[in-house]
């Protein structure tokens, strides 16, 4: 009986140094599988176009108070959406530069960084600017694009869910290289370019200007 007894003890003194030794597994997320990348043409009754990818949907921004030229980007399978929001410029191009900036700022409190790519398109009269934010930021890309006097438009990508920079990665390097393509296809359409004037483009706002990349 007292035999029986030590190796009772002595099986439970040497569970309990195994799990003194327990190291826990990293949590893991579910493999993503991505489509393969087919381009559509938005080409609509707003004043511009572009190319999108055919995993997502262009769709009329209805929510209240969106003005004509509202629209989002939704990417169903990736839970995530690009707002686009157009406004018309009337001597209040300064003014939207601005709002573009400080609403990029506002991520700084989650963002590890903000690095800037400038958009140069004088061909095109397209200008503007790609704000990358890192981290656990709601919003990882903001952008905007103008031709200076008339026109301009902002987007920013949001995902539906809680930010998770391990999680999201993968799908954020996906996306992101759809919003550098359609940025880099963006065109305003002939009848709402400016008239043509010396200059090459607005004023482009920039956070951090050593991390500044221009696209060409």
């Not at 929510?63 to 001597?91: D, H, M, R, T």
């Not at 400080?102 to 600017?129: C, D, M, Q, R, W």
């Not at 990508?157 to 359609?182: A, G, H, R, T």
Request: aromatic share 14%.
């Amino acid at each position: 009986m007292k035999l029986l007894a030590g190796i009772v003890l002595l099986l439970c003194l040497t569970s309990c140094m195994d799990n003194d030794n327990y190291t826990p597994k990293r949590k893991g997320y579910y493999r993503i599988t991505f489509p393969e990348r087919k381009y559509l043409t938005y080409n609509a009754e707003c004043p511009f176009s572009f190319n999108y990818p055919d995993y997502s949907q262009v769709i009329k921004d209805d929510e209240p108070g969106a003005e004509p030229c509202w629209l989002n980007i939704v990417f169903p399978q990736f839970k995530g959406k690009i707002y686009l929001s157009y406004k018309v410029v009337n001597g209040n191009l300064n003014q939207y530069l601005e709002e573009c900036r400080v609403f990029a700022i506002k991520h700084e409190v989650k963002a590890s960084a903000i690095n800037e790519s400038t958009i140069s398109n004088t061909k095109e009269h397209v200008y503007g600017l790609i704000y990358d934010i890192q981290g656990n930021a709601a919003s990882n890309i903001q952008f905007y694009l103008t031709d200076s006097t008339k026109n301009f438009i902002r987007g920013a990508l949001y995902f539906y869910s809680v930010p998770n920079k391990d999680s999201l990665e993968p799908v954020l390097q996906f996306i992101k290289k759809d919003v550098y393509d359609m940025v880099q296809s963006f065109r305003w359409k002939t009848d709402s370019l400016p008239t043509p004037k010396s200059g090459v483009g607005p004023p482009i706002p920039v956070l951090r200007k050593k991390d500044s990349e221009k696209i060409p």
